[in-house]
C-alpha cells in the first residue's frame, strides 16, 4: 500500500464505496501520505460532491496502526462521554473494518476562534486532560508506570542509544527513592497542530488520540505542548528548548499546570517515556524531524534534566 505509488480506484468495494455507504452521500476523497515513519498510515479527507470537508478517516495497515487506531476510538469515547467543560474530541461516526482492516471515521471539526481563545482554553483544557480518568498518587519506584516503561526498554533492541537510556532511567530511579508522584492521563501528542477551538469558541477541540494513555506523570502533555511548540514553532534545538522549560519560572503550560513539586521529576520522566517510544517504534530511523533524532539530544538533555532533579533535592 505504501510503494511508489498509491492509487484509490473507484468502486469494487474501494474505501470510497465503503466511505459512501458509511456517510451516506456521494464522496471525493484526497488521500495524505506524510513523511515516512513507522506509524505511518492513509489519511483520508472525506469532501461532499459540494467539495465541503465531511469527514476524515484512518485506515491501519500493520499491526502497529491497527493498535494505534483501536486505542483512539477508546480514547475518543472516554473523552467525550466525560463531557468536560473545556475540551472536547471529534464525533466518531464509523469505527468497522474495511477488507479486514481497522478503519475510523471521524467527523470534520470546524475551525474555531482565534489563536488568542485557544491560548486563554489551553491551561484549563490540559488540566482536565489530566484528570479524565482520575489522579493517584505513588512512590516512582513502586509505581505501575515506572513497572511498565522498565519493561518497555527492557524490551527494545541492543543500542547505544538503548543503553544511554538504561543508564538514565537507572540513575532517575536512584534520585526518585521515597518520592512520590501525582499519576494521570495524557493524549500523547498535545501540540496546537492537533486542536482548535470549537464554534461556540468554549472548548478545544483535539484530534489524533492515537498515543492517548492513563497512568502516566501527570504533567506529560503540558510538558510535551512547550518543547513541541519551541522546537516546531521557535525553531529550537530539543536541547536548548528542554533546557529552557527547566529554566522557566513562569510563561509555560508546564508551569501552569504541573505541580510545582513534581515538575523536574515529571520533565525527567518524559524524556524517558519519549526516548522509549521512538524507539520501541522505530522513529529514530524512519523519521526526520529533530526531537526524532535522539542522537543528537537525548544524552544531554537527559543529563542535565536529572543534575537539575538532584540540585532540586539537595536544595530541599
Known amino acids: 500500500m505504501f510503494a511508489d505509488k498509491v492509487s484509490v480506484r473507484p468502486g469494487n468495494g474501494g474505501i470510497d464505496e465503503f466511505l459512501e455507504k458509511v456517510l451516506g452521500e456521494p464522496v471525493?476523497?484526497?488521500?495524505?501520505?506524510?513523511?515516512?515513519?513507522?506509524?505511518?498510515?492513509?489519511?483520508?479527507?472525506?469532501?461532499?460532491?459540494?467539495?465541503?470537508?465531511?469527514?476524515?478517516?484512518?485506515?491501519?495497515?500493520?499491526?502497529?496502526t491497527a493498535s494505534l487506531i483501536n486505542n483512539e476510538i477508546w480514547s475518543i469515547d472516554t473523552v467525550r462521554n466525560a463531557d468536560l467543560p473545556h475540551l472536547s474530541a471529534p464525533r466518531i461516526i464509523n469505527c468497522e473494518k474495511w477488507n479486514d482492516r481497522p478503519v475510523v471515521v471521524q467527523a470534520a471539526v470546524r475551525p474555531g476562534k482565534s489563536e488568542q481563545r485557544l491560548s486563554?482554553?489551553?491551561?484549563?483544557?490540559?488540566?482536565?486532560?489530566t484528570s479524565v480518568a482520575g489522579l493517584i498518587k505513588a512512590e516512582w519506584n513502586l509505581s505501575e508506570y515506572r513497572r511498565t516503561l522498565c519493561a518497555r526498554i527492557a524490551n527494545l533492541e541492543p543500542s547505544g542509544l538503548h543503553d544511554k537510556l538504561q543508564s538514565a532511567i537507572d540513575e532517575f530511579d536512584e534520585v526518585m527513592i521515597g518520592r512520590i508522584l501525582t499519576f494521570g492521563a495524557w493524549h500523547g501528542d498535545w501540540a496546537r497542530w492537533n486542536m482548535t477551538t470549537s464554534a461556540s469558541g468554549d472548548r478545544i477541540v483535539a484530534w489524533d488520540w492515537e498515543h492517548f494513555e492513563r497512568g502516566v506523570p501527570a504533567g506529560f502533555d503540558a510538558v510535551h505542548f512547550d518543547i513541541s511548540d519551541a522546537v516546531v514553532v521557535e525553531k529550537l534545538s530539543p536541547v536548548d528548548a528542554?533546557?529552557?522549560l527547566l529554566r522557566q519560572s513562569d510563561n509555560?503550560?508546564?508551569?501552569?499546570?504541573?505541580?510545582?513539586?513534581?515538575?523536574?521529576?515529571?520533565?525527567?520522566?518524559?524524556?524517558?517515556?519519549?526516548?522509549?517510544?521512538?524507539?520501541?517504534q522505530d522513529e529514530v530511523s524512519k523519521a526526520d524531524s529533530p526531537m526524532s533524532r535522539l542522537g543528537e539530544w537525548f544524552a544531554k538533555a537527559v543529563d542535565g534534566a536529572i543534575a537539575a532533579l538532584r540540585g532540586k533535592i539537595s536544595d530541599g
Open 252 to 280: 509555560s503550560l508546564a508551569r501552569t499546570c504541573v505541580i510545582e513539586s513534581d515538575f523536574v521529576a515529571v520533565v525527567c520522566s518524559y524524556l524517558l517515556e519519549i526516548a522509549t517510544r521512538y524507539l520501541e
Open 28 to 64: 471525493n476523497l484526497s488521500l495524505y501520505i506524510g513523511p515516512e515513519r513507522a506509524v505511518q498510515k492513509p489519511i483520508v479527507q472525506v469532501l461532499s460532491s459540494r467539495g465541503q470537508t465531511i469527514a476524515f478517516s484512518k485506515v491501519a495497515v500493520n499491526e502497529l
Open 242 to 244: 528542554i533546557a529552557r
Open 120 to 129: 486563554t482554553l489551553l491551561p484549563d483544557a490540559t488540566r482536565e486532560l
